[in-house]
Structures are given as structure tokens and as C-alpha cells.
């Protein structure tokens, strides 16, 4: 990772009316990270990515590119790629791909070579002279994924850039991903597939109700709950946890139950009450998925039908 300061998002807020999009959005995306920005639908990751890049104004916070406040100039070295694809549907890709190039200030020279070298990187060199409306959708998605990166960007911001890819184009781009952060830039992208998400990110950060609610590795991310205990137990009712003191909240999983015990929990008491309960069939510590920590940041206790008495 760098030293330097990276991509930063400082308190923004957004409002539409009475409904609030951002509630003070902070976070910061460091030169040489993959950032990935996850949340439920309408929690605010498409709105601080739109204005990161200008398409739209905050009510309020600033974002920051390298210490300073973000200006046209270093605009212009932003990579984007929406969630709604932006792409000339009657015009060829390689000259969609020239045409942005020429926009970001290259000459017709280098964006021809930065043309060619994008398609072949991504493997759509055999449809330059294809409208884009004539390619799959898996291959727009490429095309526009080069169009992000046709003028050697400092910074990535990708909205969605893995929806309906099939595993060779995830292969694909999770590689070209890797790599831009290699070469230090840093690059944020928003998914709703979290096992992706966990393998390539090194930080995530999830969103709920327009502010971050958590931010760090998934192993930060695990660390507040520790580990899970998972067991199965013969003749126990359905929802024997709720019986039992220590335990925080629990969740069937398959044939057995997990539990998340509180900070407090004195674990020999609590296999003494699970004993007591019948025979104890599996027992095993587990970590948390994404998926399990998601689902965890997100929903609001009070709608928890879950949680330990």
C-alpha cells in the first residue's frame, strides 16, 4: 500500500425532499486497494459514487483525491463505470472506445493503441467493428469496463461491474482489477455478490441507510463477534437457544443452530445447559461469512426474529 492520501469521501450528505440518501458518507480508499462497497438496494453507494465523479452535487461533505479537494482537472483521471451502462448503442466499439479516449484529452494516436490494447485485454478485439447493441450483455459489460480505463485512470469507481458475468469475465475483470491496484490506483466497486467481494476486496465497507456502518478487512469486519459456535443437538425442541443465557442472537443453519454469544458468556455454563438439553451431535467454532456479517450490519434488531431472550 501507499503512503499517500487516496481517494477520500468526507461526510457527505444528500437529500431528495424528506428522504435522506447520504448521512454523513466517510470513507477513504487508499492508493493500491480494492475497495468493496456493499449494502442493501437504495443504501447509498450509487449516489456516492455519482458524486464522486460529479455526475451529481452533495447538500454537504467534499471528496478529496490526494489531500485536496477534487476539481474537473482530477475529474478527468477518475475511471467510471455506472450502474446504467453509458455506452453509444449504434456506435462501434472501437470507435466508442477512440471517442472517450480523444474526450480525456489523448491524442488520436494513443487512443488508438489504448483502444486496441483494452479490447484485447478483455477480450473483445473481435468485436471492435460490432455496435455495441449487436454484442451480449456480458460483452457491453466489457466494452464498458474498457471505456473506464481507455485513458489510463488514476482512480476506478465501478458500479456493479460483476452483475450478470458469467465465471471467465469475473476471472477477467477481477484480474484487471488486481492489477490497476497494483499500479497504485485506488479503485472502489459496489457488488450484491459477497463471496466476491470477500476474495478480492483487502477492505469493505457496508453501507446502510446512506452512512458507513462498518469499514475494515473481513477480518476487522469478523472481529466484534469473534468466532460463531455451531451445533446440533438430538431431541432438543426448535428453538432450544432461546432457552439458554450467553447467547446474543442464533440462526438455523442446515440441521443445527449457531450461536452468537455475548461478550460476556461463560462457555462451560453454556455447554452445561446445552447438555442438559440431549445428546450433543456436532459442535465446531466457526467465522462468520460476508454474507453472515452483512446480514448482521443491516438488519435492524428490532425486526430480528432470532435474538436470544
Not at 470513507?27 to 438496494?41: D, K, L, T, W, Y
Not at 478527468?76 to 448503442?89: H, V
Not at 469499514?215 to 451445533?231: H, I, K, N, V
Not at 432457552?243 to 442464533?250: A, E, I, N, Q, Y
Amino acid at each position: 500500500m501507499h503512503d499517500t492520501p487516496g481517494l477520500g469521501i468526507r461526510a457527505l450528505t444528500k437529500r431528495y425532499g424528506d428522504q435522506v440518501a447520504l448521512d454523513e458518507m466517510s470513507f477513504e480508499v487508499r492508493p493500491g486497494e480494492i475497495f468493496g462497497f456493499v449494502g442493501s438496494n437504495g443504501a447509498g453507494k450509487t449516489t456516492t459514487m455519482r458524486i464522486a465523479v460529479g455526475v451529481l452535487t452533495s447538500d454537504g461533505g467534499a471528496v478529496h483525491w490526494q489531500g485536496r479537494p477534487v476539481d474537473a482537472a482530477s475529474r478527468a483521471r477518475f475511471g467510471y463505470m455506472p450502474e446504467e451502462r453509458g455506452l453509444y448503442p449504434k456506435m462501434t466499439v472501437a470507435k466508442q472506445l477512440v471517442y472517450l479516449a480523444r474526450l480525456h484529452g489523448l491524442s488520436r494516436a494513443d487512443a488508438v493503441d489504448a483502444m486496441r490494447m483494452w479490447t484485447e485485454r478483455l477480450d473483445v478485439a473481435r468485436y471492435r467493428e460490432r455496435q455495441v447493441d449487436s454484442l451480449s450483455l456480458g460483452n457491453q459489460q466489457r466494452v464498458q469496463l474498457a471505456a473506464a480505463l481507455v485513458h489510463d485512470p488514476q482512480v476506478l469507481l465501478l458500479d456493479e461491474p460483476f452483475s450478470g458475468l458469467d465465471p471467465l469475465a469475473v476471472d477477467t475483470m477481477s484480474a484487471v482489477l488486481r492489477e490497476r491496484a497494483e499500479q497504485g490506483a485506488p479503485v472502489l466497486f459496489s457488488s450484491h455478490q459477497l463471496d466476491l467481494v470477500e476474495r478480492l476486496c483487502d477492505r469493505i465497507g457496508i453501507v446502510r441507510a446512506g452512512s458507513m456502518v462498518a469499514c475494515g478487512t473481513a477480518e476487522e469486519l469478523r472481529a466484534p463477534g469473534g468466532e460463531d459456535l455451531y451445533m446440533e443437538i438430538d431431541g432438543a425442541p426448535r428453538d432450544w437457544a432461546r432457552s439458554l443465557s450467553g447467547v446474543d442472537s442464533f440462526r438455523t443453519k442446515g440441521r443445527g443452530t449457531v450461536l452468537r454469544l455475548t461478550d460476556d458468556c461463560d462457555e462451560r455454563e453454556l455447554l452445561r445447559q446445552v447438555a442438559a438439553l440431549g445428546r450433543l451431535r456436532a459442535f465446531r467454532r466457526e467465522q462468520a461469512t460476508l454474507t453472515e456479517l452483512f446480514r448482521a450490519y443491516v438488519t435492524d434488531p428490532d425486526e430480528s426474529t432470532e435474538a436470544a431472550a
